[in-house]
């Protein structure tokens, strides 16, 4: 059982069950630095992957 996180052209595999936030952190991805998509529906932090999920992570960039 896994999950799909994307980021640009990077894949990584994490385990279904575990939340957006342990599969970020478990991927050496910061979490403030992204905004996870599942099928166009934007998820919140706590969220629980799925078998089979594919998360779109979308960098966020900030500046001044």
Known sequence: MSAKLVLRDK???VRAGMTL???LK???IVPEGV???RDGVLLVDD????NGDVIKLVAVISGG
């Open 26 to 28: 478990k991927s050496d």
């Open 35 to 37: 905004i996870a998509v």
């Open 11 to 13: 894949e990584y595999e």
């Open 47 to 50: 969220e629980i992957l799925r």
């Open 21 to 23: 936030l342990d599969a």
